[in-house]
């Protein structure tokens, strides 16, 4: 079975601290993907990584920082807490696209992340 | 725009009971579509995939459809249960793309 591990479940921080959360997939998957999921909005994607070293910039990247420095954890960091930040992140991996009409995301757990 | 439309947003319906969920989409090109399942503080499991060649597909007691010419598919559930509470959501993607397009999902109560 596939495996994303989420380096927390439930966090708390204060505004203004930095805030690291940690994804570790077990697939030798080439893509990693950082979300936030917030009532009524779905899942927004912050960040993406195609290759150790490598991201791009999602749909809602600011106040956000990615690092993937070995292919099985991709961290999601955030720089200077914020409350507008609090809400549920979710970390995926999926096999390279290439031709593949199959390709899936695999989800880790969440973690539920509030600013106080 | 690239969007993907799901329908109810929230629906509660009683145990044993069927229901159908909607998702509409406007992204083009089209790879495949994908129905997930995510429990209450969980990350979200996919329930089935379609390629565009695709009408029907069961998983159990789920059955997704698809009709690529009107760019819409439903999950339906037969006999629902209590642990079919949980939102649904229906995720698009697109040939060669690294990035899926989400749905914001249907939330789905089953009551005894």
């Known amino acids: 079975d596939v495996k994303v591990t989420q380096s927390s479940r439930y966090l708390v921080k204060r505004t203004g601290e930095k805030v690291f959360l940690e994804c570790v997939q077990d697939?030798?998957?080439?893509?990693m993907f950082w979300y936030r999921q917030d009532p009524g909005l779905g899942l927004r994607l912050i960040y993406f990584?195609?290759?150790?070293?490598?991201?791009e910039k999602g749909d809602i990247p600011e106040g956000y920082s990615v690092s993937r420095e070995k292919k099985e954890r991709f961290s999601l960091i955030l720089e200077s807490a914020s409350t507008n930040q609090t809400s549920m992140y979710l970390c995926a991996s999926g096999e390279a696209r290439g031709l593949s009409r199959n390709t899936e995301a695999f989800f880790g757990q969440g973690t539920r992340l509030t600013v106080v | 725009k690239n969007q993907v439309e799901q329908s109810p947003q929230s629906l509660i319906i009683l145990e044993g009971k069927n229901c159908t969920l909607q998702c509409n989409y406007t992204v083009s090109p089209f790879s495949n579509l994908r129905w997930y399942k995510q429990d209450t503080g969980r990350g979200p499991v996919s329930l089935t995939i379609m390629t565009f060649s695709e009408n029907t597909k069961s998983n159990g007691r789920y059955t997704a459809t698809l009709d690529a010419d009107t760019k819409q598919s439903s999950l339906h559930i037969t006999a629902s249960q209590l642990s079919d509470s949980a939102s649904y959501i229906c995720v698009v993607s697109r040939p060669l793309m690294s990035t899926f397009i989400f749905g914001s999902g249907t939330r789905l109560s089953v009551k005894p």
């Open positions: 990584s195609y290759d150790v070293k490598m991201k």
């Open positions: 697939m030798d998957h080439e893509n």
